[in-house]
């Protein structure tokens, strides 16, 4: 009998080393004892041993449980019934002020189930972080609060440095990969809040690619963001987390993604980091973010 062999198999570049080393056991070990999530584990991202390596982690806010159910996400779906845990912007805060970093990112489940739909909360944590350490860089991934402004501008209000929030595909894919509440044009309307309360905060989205998209799908979709304002775009290959979520319909090569790259220098992107390992929460970015962020505060002192 012929060997079957696996479908669209993995080609070599997207192979990564498994998790090890100190520092990944001391934070893989500091977030069990706290009872804290991060999206590196929730969502299998395929850095974790990179990051968590290098002393970077990327904390999830408001449980392990979505109310919204995103055909690409490894994030439990279901009703939290608004249960959550109150202290965790100060357990968080307190979390980071033992890590020895200088940029953190801080992302969160959706909670549809909460009359704020958390922004409070994810607000709060941006300022005990802040209040901990002044000079901490925080970078946050937000939900889309439904695109209600003054949600967003709960959220924008804490003075996070960098606000990102991801279209995550191109329009045409959108209600086919995202949660049916989620919308293409909803998340360019939220990067356009967050300039409209602050046009001095650093924006930024991301794309995955590999569901399907054309080339000039993607090019439109870089336009509308760079329309609202956005200020960071970021490319990564989608992973197909398990068989019940959207089967992956190419995979991208890395000269692809460095074409990408380039089309973003020339329409001035700030910072593009494209690449099949790439996420929304990359440390080439973080680095780049770093710098410019540190610039502008010696520039304003």
């Given amino acids: 009998m012929a060997e079957t062999k ?11 080393r498994a998790p090890i080393g100190e520092n990944y056991q001391q934070i893989k070990s500091m ?16 850095n974790i041993g990179e990051c968590w390596a290098g002393g970077t982690a990327t904390f999830m806010l408001m449980g392990e449980v979505c109310t919204r159910g995103c055909r690409f996400c490894h994030v439990k779906t279901g009703n939290p019934k608004g249960k959550i845990d109150n202290q965790e912007p100060e357990k968080v805060g307190w979390s980071i002020s033992q890590m020895n970093l200088d940029y ?9 189930d909460m009359p704020d739909q958390g922004a409070d909360h994810f607000g709060r944590t941006v300022e005990t972080i802040k209040k901990h350490n002044p000079k901490l860089i925080v970078e946050i991934l937000t939900p889309d609060f439904s695109g209600i402004p003054e949600l967003i501008d709960r959220v924008v209000d804490s003075k996070p440095d960098v606000f990102a929030h991801n279209v995550e595909t191109v329009e045409r894919l959108t209600p086919s990969v995202r949660d049916p509440r989620a919308g293409y044009q909803q998340s360019l309307d939220v990067l356009a809040e967050v300039k409209k309360r602050d046009s001095q905060m650093y924006t930024k989205s991301s794309l995955m690619l590999g569901l399907g998209e054309t080339d000039e799908e993607v090019l439109q979709a870089m336009k509308d963001l ?4 956005c200020d960071v775009i970021t490319f990564g290959q989608y ?20 074409h990408w790259e380039q089309v973003a220098q020339d329409m001035d992107f700030l910072y593009c980091a494209s690449g099949p390992l790439v996420r929304s929460s990359y440390k080439a970015g ?16």
């Fill in 6 to 16: 696996p479908h669209n198999p993995k080609p070599s570049w997207l192979k990564v």
């Fill in 31 to 46: 977030l069990g004892k706290l009872n804290l999530a991060t999206v590196c584990q929730e969502a299998r991202c395929p």
């Fill in 104 to 112: 953190v990112v801080i992302t969160s489940v959706n909670r549809d």
């Fill in 226 to 229: 760079k329309a609202v304002g």
């Fill in 239 to 258: 992973l197909q987390p398990t068989p019940r979520h959207l089967k992956v319909i190419e995979y991208i090569t890395p000269d692809k993604f460095k």
């Fill in 286 to 301: 973080e680095y780049f973010m770093k710098g410019v962020i540190e610039k502008r505060r010696r520039g304003n002192a």
